[in-house]
């Protein structure tokens, strides 16, 4: 008897697995009360894992599926692109805004504190002069060093463009040596004040001398003042862009004789000659 058991464990290990998973086991539901049988299943090994694999595969793809078509992938590190978030644009946006008024704030504080507080800095003596070559008449020029130091200090600007404020005629030309920063410009009644870049308002209130006036900081350290307006249209911390209307032309402050624009443009922080860069005719 125990060598046919031996015999038949033998031959049953013998047996290759594939013929093993295919063997049938019942699966038997019993009543516990009774006994009774409920139910009952044939099922190989083959066939379960067959069915397991199915329902895994199934569920991982349901697992993917609802990763990859729903917001939740935003929240997994790493997935997807950040730059498709709105919010992450949003929020880029709000940074870049931030960061060019942090840097045009930065660009005119140096060159301002002179402007506003009337240290004025860097003047060269207009007595300087220097010979400069013979010109068709055989006559010899005298160029002031001033100027040959105003040229090259303004090199910069050159490549710069520039709105009308307003245009008339001049009244008054730039005269630093009787501190006359700028140029006086007579128009018609009403007629809007420009700006002549894409600047921030850095200063808009009324003073005794110079009426309602308006600084504007501008890029590469540039600020333009209009002085003596009848009324302004914009306050401080304002962006404005090239040609907005920023004033109406007028006539106050003390030291107005009549109606129109006293207009002046500083770079790093000291005065240059409007009519060098501009046309107001």
Same mark, same amino acid.
């Given at each position: 008897?125990?060598n046919?058991?031996n ?9 290759h &697995? &594939?013929?093993r998973?295919k063997?049938?086991y019942?699966?038997?539901v019993?009543d516990d ?7 009952s299943?044939?099922l190989?090994l ?6 397991i694999?199915?329902?895994?595969s199934?569920l ?5 599926s609802?990763?990859?078509f729903?917001?939740?992938k935003r929240l997994?590190?790493?997935y997807?692109?950040i730059s498709?978030?709105?919010?992450f644009?949003? +929020? ?5 805004f931030?960061e060019k008024?942090?840097a045009?704030?930065?660009?005119y504080?140096i060159?301002?504190?002179?402007l ?6 860097? *003047? ?12 068709k008449t055989?006559?010899?020029?005298l160029?002031?060093?001033e100027?040959i ?7 910069g +600007?050159?490549i710069l463009h520039?709105?009308?404020p307003?245009?008339g005629t001049i009244a008054a ?6 501190n !006359?920063?700028?140029?006086d410009?007579v128009?018609e ?8 870049m894409?600047g $921030? $308002?850095i200063?808009a209130?009324w003073s005794?001398?110079t009426?309602?006036?308006?600084y +504007?900081? !501008?890029a590469?350290n540039?600020?333009?003042v209009?002085? !003596?307006?009848?009324?302004l +249209?914009?306050?401080?911390g ?7 209307a920023? *004033?109406i ?5 003390e030291?107005?004789t009549g109606?129109?624009? !006293?207009?002046?443009i &500083? ?11 501009i046309?107001?005719?």
């Open positions: 008897m125990r046919k058991t015999i038949s464990e033998g031959l049953e290990s013998k047996r &697995w &594939w013929e998973m063997d049938s019942r699966i038997s019993i009360e009774n006994l009774e049988e409920v139910a299943y044939n190989s083959l066939n379960f894992y067959i069915l694999s199915v329902l895994a199934l991982a793809l349901l697992v993917v609802f990763i990859v729903t917001p939740v997994i590190p790493g997807g692109d498709d978030n709105k919010k644009i949003e +929020l880029s946006k709000k940074v870049d931030l008024e942090i045009a704030q930065e660009t504080a060159g301002l504190k002179n506003l507080s009337g240290n004025i800095t860097g *003047a060269e003596s207009p007595e300087a002069v220097l010979p400069s070559p013979e010109n055989g006559k010899k020029e160029i002031r060093a100027d130091q105003e040229n090259k200090r303004t090199k +600007l050159n520039f709105a009308t307003v245009s030309p730039f005269k630093p040596d009787v !006359h920063y700028g140029v410009i128009a009644k009403d007629t809007p004040v420009r700006a002549i894409d $921030v $308002v200063n209130e005794i001398a009426g309602n006036t308006v +504007l900081q !501008h590469n540039v600020v333009s209009y002085k !003596h307006n009848s009324a +249209l914009v306050k401080v304002d962006f404005v862009k090239t040609g907005q920023i *004033a032309i007028g006539n106050s402050g030291v107005s109606p129109h624009l !006293h207009f002046e &500083w770079f790093d922080g000291k005065y240059v000659n409007p009519e060098n860069f046309t107001f005719n």
